[in-house]
């Protein structure tokens, strides 16, 4: 996998060793709300750690000037293969949040998507309510392309039903990217 730089951050492959920095976030309530998993505990951060190394779909976002693991993105590409089409997502640790170290890392992975890929089409989707994630996307200048109402649900409430939640599309052609730039 290749390894990609940025002005404050590495983005490479993640490593059984990266399980303190995971379990730093995954374990936090506030980085899982919107993901289809609860917090994780010290021990499924270890496994979680060792079945990322193994996936090319998961990106460790680090900081250069220590190594430390602050977020991942997942970059996965959507079948058939020859619709070129990518979606992405992302989860970053709370404490490292509001910097733009997002923003940097997603930036830096679409243009190597547009530009070594030959990637056509990025996707991503987030839950309405989930505001500093759509504001993500339209800072990398996506644009919402549809609004699913109640289309599925990742959690149950107390009394065991599904919180049915809606969905929003967000999507960048490549003919888009690099018009902009
Ligand atoms: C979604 C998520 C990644 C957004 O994180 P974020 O901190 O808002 O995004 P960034 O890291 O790009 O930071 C952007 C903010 O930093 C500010 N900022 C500070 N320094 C900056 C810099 N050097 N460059 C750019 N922005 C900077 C921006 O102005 C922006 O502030 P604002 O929120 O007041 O507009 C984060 O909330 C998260 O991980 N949530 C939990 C997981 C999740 O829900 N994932 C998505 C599921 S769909």
Known sequence: MKILETERLILRRFSS???KDL???LSNVKAVKYEPYDVFTMDESKQEAVNRANLEEFWAVCLKENKKVIGNLYFKQQQPDEFLTWELGYVFNPLYGRKGYATESCRRIID??????KTRRITAMCNPKNAPSWMLLERLGMGKE???RENM?????EQGNPIW???YIYSVLSKEWFSNE
């Not at 190597?112 to 890929?117: C, G, I, P, S, V």
């Not at 649900?153 to 409430?157: A, L, M, P």
């Open 17 to 19: 060793e990266d399980w």
């Open 23 to 25: 379990y730093e976030y």
């Open 112 to 117: 190597y998507a547009f530009k070594e890929l």
């Open 146 to 148: 549809g609004h699913l």
């Open 153 to 157: 649900y990742f959690k149950f409430d």
């Open 165 to 167: 939640a809606d969905t």
